[in-house]
């Protein structure tokens, strides 16, 4: 649960982790990662989402609320527990250190990793485990290893529009028939969910023993091309045909004049409480299992969001609709008692967003970057409530998050006059903006201090992670390939000093 303690934290996905097979995974580099972490006195380990991405990489377009990123399955600990072997690994291709090649890795990771399944089903060495796996993940592991059959056998095609009628109406007798037709890919897949969450909970209980807790992620909008949709589509806005109404995004403003499509099918928020907020309920509760605690993203949706007609090539004529409000959050409340949550609550806030956040007692964030806001001279004004020293008790800060630039890029595109702003501000240099900020996070009254390991390091655009509205490899693909020792040491004091 929160303490409401000061607490600190680092912000860093596990695709990001160095190592050997093209991406980030749930094997000994992970374990050394907690090492640090635990060395340096690190209190929270901050992850993205963990789910399957789809189209674009991207872990808040999850093609499951609820299975794992089987991408992320250790092939060591594979190997150490005799499902592959060195063979198996002769033709590895060469793969880059700096980032994640996504088409790259699947190709050559996927086949090894069904090879890996097959050799689990046929050694039969694990049976009541994976048994009791099956058993208490059935409400919606059975459902996603047969979506994700079909989605091979249509090359990736998005199920809402390229299926056939039949399968995306989700004909009992045409299912039926696929899953006595794809039972060896089902079968499989089901082994590949077991080897994640089997991974994911042994290196999760390894950071919880070293005092380390995992905060976790959930999106708010499910993905349209997702296993949730296909199955509850009742549960989001469609019209007479089932075809999707509306998208989801965020309206124009000064950094995106056309505003953000996301594309993410709206919830039928009328639909949802009739059914207890059943899906939701279920959702938070998994996502509760593989975290201790659970940031929302973008969680003024909640109470009102923006709504895009399907179809529109930009987000300019969408309209603020009604989110279900405190109604939710009771649901969840009075099933699962209180749970940690964090309310991702950046952007454009209102009122009524802010009386939502503060109702439930939850704690926001605050970025660091966000708090240097400029008057025309260039000199700062100190009266932003992002600005550090305006911080209360109740948030999680950040000098930036994955969908910043890193501090030093971010830096170095002010102007001369800005600058100076911010190192007089900062009492620092050009070069060391990073550290004077994370150092100003971190002293601040905030009880939660994050800071993403690219700006430890001191990275510039080169460590970005994400760019919010674009779709390119460039995204999500950032790797760890530098050592952190020195830097790490240099947290663990200020950590010391500011008694987090």
Not at 132 to 156: G, T
Not at 244 to 267: E, H, I, R
Not at 356 to 363: E, F, I, T, Y
Request: aromatic share 14%.
């Amino acid at each position: 649960m929160l303490n409401n303690k000061r607490s600190n934290g680092v912000l860093f996905h596990p695709t990001s982790l160095p190592g050997n097979y093209g991406i980030g995974d749930f094997g000994h580099e992970a374990y050394l990662f907690v090492d640090k972490l635990k060395e340096s006195g690190v209190g929270l380990w901050q992850t993205l989402p963990l789910g399957p991405t789809g189209y674009g990489n991207s872990p808040y377009a999850s093609r499951s609320s609820f299975a794992g990123n089987e991408l992320l399955i250790s092939i060591d600990l594979l190997k150490e527990d005799g499902y592959l072997n060195d063979d198996d690994l002769l033709d590895m291709p060469a793969f880059s250190k700096a980032k994640v090649e996504y088409y790259k890795v699947e190709l050559w990771k996927k086949p090894l990793l069904i090879k890996a399944a097959k050799r689990f089903i046929k050694m039969n060495t694990e049976s009541e485990e994976f048994e009791k796996f099956q058993k208490e993940n059935k409400y919606w592991l059975d459902d996603y290893c047969l979506f994700i059959s079909i989605y091979e056998e249509y090359n990736d095609s998005r199920w809402y529009s390229v299926w056939d009628e039949k399968l995306r109406i989700r004909d009992e007798k045409t299912l039926d028939k696929k899953r006595i037709s794809n039972k060896e890919k089902i079968d499989c897949y089901r082994v590949l969910q077991y080897f994640f969450f089997k991974q994911w909970h042994r290196l999760k209980k390894y950071a919880n023993d070293r005092d380390i807790k995992i905060v976790g992620d959930i999106p708010i909008f499910a993905s349209g091309d997702s296993v949730d949709i296909w199955c509850h589509s009742d549960l989001v806005k469609t019209d007479a045909q089932g075809k999707f109404k509306a998208v989801s995004g965020c309206p124009p403003d000064g950094f995106t004049p056309l505003g953000q499509l996301w594309g993410n099918p709206v919830y039928d928020w009328k639909r949802n409480e009739e059914t207890g907020y059943e899906w939701w309920i279920d959702r938070i509760e998994h996502q509760l299992k593989m975290c201790d605690i659970l940031r929302i993203d973008h969680f003024r949706g909640f109470e009102s969001y923006w709504e895009i007609p399907f179809g529109a090539k930009d987000a300019t004529n969408g309209v603020w609709t009604k989110g279900p409000g405190i109604k939710l959050f009771n649901a969840v409340s009075k099933k699962l008692g209180k749970v940690p949550l964090i309310a991702e609550d950046l952007g454009y806030m209102t009122d009524e967003v802010i009386k939502l956040r503060k109702d439930l007692n939850l704690p926001g964030m605050k970025i660091g970057v966000f708090g240097f806001d400029f008057n025309e001279d260039g000199s700062i004004n100190s009266d932003n409530i992002d600005f550090a020293y305006n911080y209360d008790e109740q948030c999680f800060a950040y000098p930036g998050t994955h969908d910043n630039t890193p501090i030093q890029q971010w830096f170095s595109e002010l102007t001369t006059a800005q600058k100076n702003s911010v190192c007089d501000c900062l009492a620092t240099d050009y070069n060391n903006v990073h550290w004077a900020m994370i150092r100003d996070i971190y002293y601040s009254r905030a009880n939660y201090a994050v800071v993403q390991i690219q700006d430890i390091l001191g990275l510039s655009k080169e460590g970005r992670m994400n760019h919010p509205s674009t779709c390119n490899d460039v995204n999500w693909s950032w790797r760890l390939n530098q050592p952190i020792d020195e830097e790490m040491k240099r947290l663990s004091r200020l950590i010391k000093y500011s008694k987090r």
